[in-house]
């Protein structure tokens, strides 16, 4: 889980970045569409189902074209029978005159070819009752649920409505997947967090107990872990205990990290993995690790389940900014990321109690103006090449394994101006604008629903360590240069923000929270606390990993990489995944909030 490289690099890398991508091929549309709208035969089946509530509803509309291909635009319309009044729409136009509705796909996505689908959705305010429309035009023409020239009375119409207040039902996909939902507690890590604080013992040992209940992400980071192995339970056997961890009606929200693509890790060593590009990793990549584990995770056992996919951590990151990097610019050349990317996607959010949500680096990666900008580009194109165009992701999640804080509390403002400098550019910020997580991923929401992204998408951010409390942590800034006041006022106390290993003086974040702020779905802990960013001496293994030198705390990184500092990273660490005792130790004692 390499941060990032210099920013100067930063600029130079974007150019490659941008070329390969139009060498790609990649285009925004998401449906491949013959024929003439104008003298084509329309005829169409929609589906139609809210998520309702006492004073308003979501409302999901999926359209099928059953008639000729439609390129140059479709519209769906309705009536309202009652109150209903549409206040927003994503993934199309959602507009109301009186009790009409329409729906018209947005430009990048006009075509809809015979058999296709659109799905698009709205929110809504309502009194009294909230009856389903009882039929639905595309392009004018009613809806009657079969092709041409068969004709039928029946319009198909499937309403699923909840009782006023009460959750929706089970394997419905909902807008956020946490709220109204359990965590689900890995049995595997809860125990090793349980051996620590019993061999650990007094207060600490104590304050370490009283994380073991955290719900945490579930890795699996290599094809061997879909089945299990010696140590840890496989997807199958984590699904079971996520259904043996329901009570009542709550449902459970069970997290898997999705990362084996071919070269992955691509600018760093420490979390290499088992495929290789060269050596028909995508193929493998599809068929070994993505269909396998579509497969159980659509098995109908696991309906009930809400199960969040976060897709592929640093992967289109690292092909925006290091594609100097040879196994880089293969991922890159090769189509090998977004390929993957794109299979995940489309195998994952065809099952619909599965969401997905697409890795965003941090802000200490991707936050500069010249590389925000190109990111969101790249992960657009990415997703609008999916079957299921803009609607194949959930949301984003920022920070996954890194150490960034949520927010700076004593420097909020990057143009601050400080001895006539502005605060970011300060030597730790390097010009960057954003230097937490909550306004990067601000940003980050904002460019992605300008570039065509539903509104209705959230974000998360890995917290589990990124909290920086203890007796370090400072309580306000001063200063008469941006480095003194920079310096004296940070919270984050790494000696450069693209030190990413095993970071000494890092504490526990906040702990998993359920939409803390607007466009938030969810505060998460992704990497499990105590667990390994990578060995800081050469350790042979069969697991791929590499040794990076930023996991050794004698080596002083690059000007790229880390301004030449220290890494940061604390001794004695152990491969990438594997328990480390020392580093926990530190995460729970310098947590914040504490751990009470
Ligand atoms: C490692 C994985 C591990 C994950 C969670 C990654 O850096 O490469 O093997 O499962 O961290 O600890």
Redesign the pocket.
């Known amino acids: ?1 390499p941060a990032s490289a210099s920013s100067r690099s930063r600029r130079t890398r974007l150019i490659s970045g941008l070329s390969a991508l139009a060498a790609l091929g990649l285009t925004a549309g998401f449906l491949v569409a013959t024929g003439n709208e104008a003298s084509a035969a329309t005829a169409c089946k929609v589906d139609y189902s809210v998520n309702q509530w006492s004073t308003g509803f979501t409302g999901t509309v999926t359209v099928t074209n059953l008639g000729d291909a439609i390129a140059n635009g479709w519209t769906v319309g309705w009536d309202f029978t009652g109150n209903q009044q549409v206040q927003q729409g994503w993934s199309a136009t959602v507009t109301q005159s009186g009790q009409h509705v329409t729906a018209t796909g947005p430009d990048w996505a006009k075509s809809l070819a015979t058999g296709a689908t659109a799905t698009f959705g709205f929110n809504a305010s309502y009194s009294g009752t909230n009856a389903a429309p009882a039929a639905f035009t595309l392009n004018g023409t009613t809806c009657t649920g079969s092709a041409p020239p068969t004709t039928t009375t029946t319009t198909t119409t499937t309403t699923t409505t909840t009782t006023t207040g009460n959750p929706p039902p089970p394997g419905s996909h909902v807008d956020n997947p946490y709220a109204g939902a359990k965590g689900y507690v890995n049995p595997d890590w809860s125990s090793e967090v349980t051996t620590a604080a019993a061999t650990t013992g007094g207060a600490l040992g104590s304050q370490m107990s009283k994380v073991a209940n955290t719900s945490t ?1 579930v ?1 699996l ?2 094809i061997a ?1 879909i089945a299990g192995t010696d140590t840890q339970r496989g997807l199958r056997a984590h699904l079971d205990a996520a259904l043996a961890q329901a009570t009542g009606g709550t449902p459970v929200v069970a997290q898997f ?1 999705i ?1 084996d693509l071919p070269n ?2 691509c600018a760093a060593l ?2 290499n ?1 088992e495929l290789q590009v060269s050596q028909d990793g995508l193929s493998k990549y599809k068929s070994q690790y993505i269909d396998p584990i579509a497969a159980i995770m659509a098995d109908p056992k696991y309906a009930s389940l809400r199960i969040v996919a976060i897709i592929e ?1 640093d992967s289109l990151p690292n092909l925006i900014t290091n594609t100097s990097m040879a196994k880089c610019a293969e991922a890159q050349s090769s189509g090998a990321y977004v390929q993957g990317v794109q299979y995940a996607l489309n195998k994952l959010h065809a099952i619909s109690n599965v969401y997905n949500y697409l890795d965003i680096a941090h802000s200490a990666w991707l936050g500069w103006d010249s590389n925000l900008q190109p990111a969101v580009n790249l992960i657009t194109s990415t997703i609008k090449g999916t079957t299921a165009g803009v609607n194949s992701v959930d949301g984003f999640i920022s920070d996954t ?1 890194n150490y960034t804080p949520v927010a700076e509390p004593y420097l909020t403002d990057p143009n601050l101006t400080i001895g006539g400098q502005p605060l970011r550019s300060a030597t730790i910020y390097q010009w960057n604008p954003y230097f937490d997580e909550s306004h990067y991923d601000t940003a980050m929401y904002n460019a992605f629903v300008a570039a065509g992204l539903p509104s209705s998408i959230g974000m998360l951010i890995d917290t589990s360590r990124d909290g920086w409390g203890g007796s370090a942590r400072p309580t306000g800034a001063s200063g008469s240069t941006v480095d003194a006041y920079a310096d004296s006022g940070r919270i984050d106390r790494r000696l450069a923000r693209g030190n990413w290993c095993n970071q000494s003086g890092a504490g526990l974040g906040q702990r998993p929270t359920v939409s803390p702020s607007p466009h938030f779905d969810a505060y998460v802990w ?3 606390p105590g ?4 060995s800081s001496t050469s350790i042979p293994n069969n ?1 791929g ?1 590499g040794f990076d030198q930023m996991c050794d705390p004698t080596y002083h990184g690059s000007q790229q990489a880390n301004g030449g500092n220290l890494t940061g990273a604390l001794p004695n660490a152990p ?4 328990w480390f005792q020392d580093q926990f130790a530190q995460l729970v004692a310098n947590a914040y909030p504490p751990v009470q």
């Not at 667990?531 to 990578?534: A, F, I, L």
């Open positions: 889980m992400g890795w980071d290599r872990a990290v990362y992955r890790d420490a979390s993995g951590p394994a992704i990497k499990p667990e390994s960013d990578g697991e990993k491969l990438s995944g594997h």
